[in-house]
């Protein structure tokens, strides 16, 4: 029997994760601990620029979710009602629902196609042309943008920068893996991302505000619930089994898809999400999250390698339909490998590749993900970004995580060839 190779499924679940999901899970006196979190803060300040120094600045401040982060962020960087925000194309619901939950207003920018984000000509006529406030960047499935670039343009027009990280942690530019130059950026340890601890997400501020420390002061985060993090526990768990027994028990696979329609489970982009009813979500890290995020942490590089070297060996087979950048001031990470085809041929190669076990990625298959989002709820007008829709018509993900072997990569190629 074929293993089934997933591209954005159980991509980074491992025993000793679940194994300390379930010593949490049993243990619920640890799951008021403040020490997990400052720990977790530390190691990220130390992953980044070697030291504790953004814990010490007070600099790092976590996250449950991405919509709490960046709706924060935005938020730090003082922008009023109505405000306009930049954001590219190609992009996640959760983004543009953190702008729309302010009553700020998102601006589309397309997509360079070399390298998914945001094209810096476009940039500039939306600039020239609109009063913008922020200008969120995305480093879109680990390739990263060109920020002196588009820095340059923000300084020029007196706008802000919101760097979104999501898909980033470890990328580096010029040989630094922290910028720090932009004024925040977020970075997740979501679901599928470069690590995961299911949620969690850091705001960093880059450079400090006159009102930093009222700022601070004034931010009231909620906690999560017990029935949230016992969710959230209970699903790095099952995530493992799944990854064992996928392919031995079909009982399994039932089993998991009823528990995620019967919400045993937390949602990646919920239904309200996805119709961008925004309900507040200003939610503090839970402890035993951040426990499981600071186990992992140590992975990042190792994962980032992993994920790199398919990828090159993928675009070394398949050349011209992989987005692959060789170069030595850009340091990508490639989330995920994507795969450009036909409009036509998209549909009968993803049923291909399920039939042989491989289950492709869909980020970003619909200008703004996932699908059912409907594009005037999140004000964007078909045919604003040609080259975003055009690209999220081809896109697949193919698989390229570090539990995959080489002998995987090449019966992918294969598969694609024939
Ligand atoms: C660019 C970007 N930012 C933010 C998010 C939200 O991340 P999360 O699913 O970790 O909440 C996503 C989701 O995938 C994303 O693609």
Request: with cysteine; glycine share 2%.
């Amino acid at each position: 029997m074929k293993r089934s190779i997933f591209a954005a499924f159980l991509t980074t679940v491992s025993r000793k994760q679940a194994f300390h999901a379930l010593c949490l899970l049993l243990q619920p006196w640890k799951w008021n601990a403040k020490q997990p979190i400052l720990d977790l803060q530390i190691a990220f300040s130390t992953y980044l620029l070697g030291d504790d120094a953004l814990v010490k600045e007070n600099r790092t401040v976590p996250f449950y979710n991405a919509r709490s982060a960046l709706k924060h962020g935005l938020s730090y960087l003082g922008i009023s009602d109505w405000d306009k925000v930049v954001v590219q194309a190609y992009t996640c619901v959760s983004v543009i629902n953190a702008i729309l939950a302010a009553w700020w207003v998102p601006c589309y920018v397309d997509i360079d196609e070399s390298t998914l984000n945001m094209n810096v000509e476009d940039l500039e006529k939306k600039l020239q042309s609109e009063k913008i406030s922020v200008v969120v960047v995305q480093h879109t499935l680990g390739m990263v943008a060109d920020m002196k670039l588009i820095a340059s343009l923000c300084q020029q027009y007196d706008c802000s920068i919101l760097e979104d990280c999501a898909h980033s942690l470890g990328a580096a530019y010029q040989w630094k893996k922290a910028w720090l130059r932009w004024d925040v950026s977020i970075f997740s340890f979501g679901r599928d991302k470069i690590i995961s601890s299911v949620n969690w997400w850091m705001l960093l501020i880059n450079q400090k505000n006159e009102t930093h420390n009222e700022w601070l002061d004034a931010l009231t985060l909620r906690s999560v619930s017990h029935l949230v993090m016992i969710r959230n526990l209970l699903y790095a768990i099952v995530w493992y089994i799944s990854y064992v027994l996928y392919d031995l028990a079909r009982i399994w696979k039932i089993f998991y898809r009823m528990a995620g329609k019967m919400k045993l489970f937390p949602t990646i982009v919920s239904l309200e999400e996805k119709q961008c009813i925004y309900t507040d979500l200003s939610f503090s890290l839970p402890s035993p999250l951040a426990s499981l995020a600071l186990q992992q942490i140590q992975y990042i590089d190792l994962h980032n390698a992993a994920r790199k070297v398919h990828t090159q060996q993928l675009y070394s087979c398949l050349w011209d339909n992989i987005v692959y950048r060789d170069s030595t001031d850009f340091f990508d990470v490639y989330l995920r490998c994507v795969l450009l085809l036909s409009e036509k041929k998209r549909p009968l190669v993803e049923k291909m590749l399920k039939d042989n076990n491989i289950f492709p990625g869909d980020w970003y298959q619909r200008v703004i993900a996932p699908h059912w989002v409907l594009l005037q709820d999140v004000g964007y007008t078909p045919w604003e970004c040609p080259v975003a829709e055009r690209i999220a018509s081809m896109t697949i993900n193919l698989p390229n995580h570090y539990k995959m072997t080489e002998k995987d990569v090449f019966m992918i190629v294969s598969l694609l060839k024939e």
